[in-house]
C-alpha cells in the first residue's frame, strides 16, 4: 500500500518507519523537505540501500496526500492541523482512509499542556469535517510515539481504542496497522469517541508529566 504521511514530526516519523518495516510504501509531507529530521530520516533509509530506501521520500503536504492510495495519516500539530490540510488539500484525500493521531493541545499556557477543545466538539470531529470525503478513523492519539509500533510491556499488548465514523476504514486500519503492530484494538463507535479519546491522551500526557516516564499505555482488562 502507498502511504502518504501529513506531518514530519516524531509521530510521522515513527509510523512511517513501523510502515516500512511492514513493507508499504510512505511518503512524509513536510512544509520543509530540507530540515534536518527530514535529512536524517531519509539518510537511515538510503543506507540501508535495501527495498525500503526506494519505498521511503518525502514532498510537501499535498505530495503526500496524493501519494497515499488509500491511507494517510495526520500528525500535525493542533495549532497547525487546519493549515496543513488546507495545503494537502483534502480533495487530495478524498475517499482515503485518514488515520489522525492529533491532539487538540493548547501550549500557550505552559506545560503541562491544555486541551484546546473539548466534551461538545473534538479535534477528530473538526478533522472529519475538514475532510468531508474521508474517512477518519482516530487511532494513536492515546500513546507516546515511542511505544506506537510494537509496544512491548510485560502486561501484554496494550489496548488501542479508535473511532471513526466508516465501519471498513476501521476494520483496515485494525487489521492492517494495529494488529500487525502488536495491538489489541477496542472500537467505541463513531468519530465522536474522539471527545473521549483526546481527553484519554491528557491523561496519558498528565501521567508523563508528574512521572518524568513516557513507558505507559492504556489496556482494558476483562473477564
Ligand atoms: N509526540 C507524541 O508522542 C504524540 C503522541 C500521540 C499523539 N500526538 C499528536 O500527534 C500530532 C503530531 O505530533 P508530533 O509530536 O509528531 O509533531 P508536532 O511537533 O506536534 O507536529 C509537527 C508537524 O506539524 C506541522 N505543523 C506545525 N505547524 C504548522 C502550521 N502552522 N501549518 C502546517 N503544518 C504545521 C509540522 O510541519 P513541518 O513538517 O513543515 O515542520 C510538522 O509536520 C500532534 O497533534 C500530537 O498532539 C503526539
Given at each position: 500500500?502507498?502511504?502518504?504521511?501529513?506531518?514530519?514530526?516524531?509521530?510521522?516519523?515513527?509510523?512511517?518507519?513501523?510502515?516500512?518495516d511492514?513493507?508499504?510504501?510512505?511518503?512524509?509531507?513536510?512544509?520543509?523537505?530540507?530540515?534536518?529530521?527530514?535529512?536524517?530520516?531519509?539518510?537511515?533509509?538510503?543506507?540501508?540501500?535495501?527495498?525500503?530506501?526506494?519505498?521511503?521520500?518525502?514532498g510537501?503536504?499535498?505530495?503526500?496526500a496524493?501519494?497515499?492510495?488509500?491511507?494517510?495519516?495526520?500528525?500535525?500539530?493542533?495549532?497547525?492541523?487546519?493549515?496543513?490540510?488546507?495545503?494537502?488539500?483534502?480533495?487530495?484525500?478524498?475517499?482515503?482512509?485518514?488515520?489522525?493521531?492529533?491532539?487538540?493541545?493548547?501550549?500557550?499556557q505552559?506545560?503541562?499542556?491544555?486541551?484546546?477543545?473539548?466534551v461538545?466538539?473534538?479535534?477528530?470531529e473538526?478533522?472529519?469535517?475538514?475532510?468531508?470525503?474521508?474517512?477518519?478513523?482516530?487511532?494513536?492519539?492515546?500513546?507516546?510515539?515511542?511505544?506506537m509500533?510494537?509496544?512491548?510491556?510485560?502486561?501484554?499488548?496494550?489496548?488501542?481504542?479508535?473511532?471513526?465514523?466508516?465501519?471498513?476504514a476501521?476494520?483496515?486500519?485494525?487489521?492492517?496497522?494495529?494488529?500487525?503492530?502488536?495491538?489489541?484494538?477496542?472500537?467505541?463507535?463513531?468519530?465522536?469517541?474522539?471527545?473521549?479519546?483526546?481527553?484519554?491522551?491528557?491523561?496519558?500526557?498528565?501521567h508523563?508529566?508528574?512521572?518524568g516516564?513516557?513507558?505507559?499505555?492504556?489496556?482494558?482488562?476483562?473477564?
Open positions: 500500500m502507498k502511504v502518504g504521511i501529513i506531518g514530519s514530526g516524531d509521530v510521522g516519523r515513527r509510523l512511517a518507519d513501523g510502515l516500512l511492514l513493507g508499504h510504501q510512505v511518503k512524509i509531507g513536510t512544509r520543509d523537505t530540507s530540515k534536518k529530521e527530514i535529512i536524517e530520516w531519509i539518510d537511515k533509509h538510503k543506507k540501508g540501500g535495501d527495498k525500503e530506501s526506494e519505498n521511503a521520500s518525502v510537501d503536504f499535498a505530495d503526500a496524493s501519494f497515499g492510495d488509500g491511507l494517510i495519516v495526520l500528525c500535525t500539530s493542533w495549532n497547525g492541523t487546519s493549515n496543513a490540510i488546507r495545503m494537502a488539500n483534502p480533495s487530495n484525500m478524498s475517499g482515503k482512509v485518514v488515520i489522525d493521531t492529533t491532539n487538540p493541545l493548547d501550549f500557550t505552559g506545560l503541562p499542556p491544555r486541551m484546546a477543545v473539548g461538545t466538539d473534538s479535534a477528530g473538526i478533522n472529519q469535517r475538514l475532510l468531508p470525503g474521508s474517512k477518519v478513523v482516530k487511532a494513536f492519539n492515546i500513546v507516546g510515539n515511542p511505544h509500533v510494537h509496544p512491548d510491556f510485560p502486561g501484554g499488548p496494550p489496548t488501542m481504542f479508535i473511532c471513526g465514523n466508516d465501519e471498513q476501521k476494520k483496515m486500519v485494525t487489521e492492517s496497522i494495529l494488529s500487525p503492530f502488536g495491538w489489541e484494538t477496542i472500537d467505541i463507535g463513531g468519530i465522536e469517541g474522539a471527545r473521549l479519546l483526546e481527553p484519554l491522551a491528557m491523561l496519558w500526557i498528565t508523563y508529566f508528574r512521572t516516564t513516557g513507558n505507559h499505555a492504556f489496556k482494558l482488562l476483562k473477564k
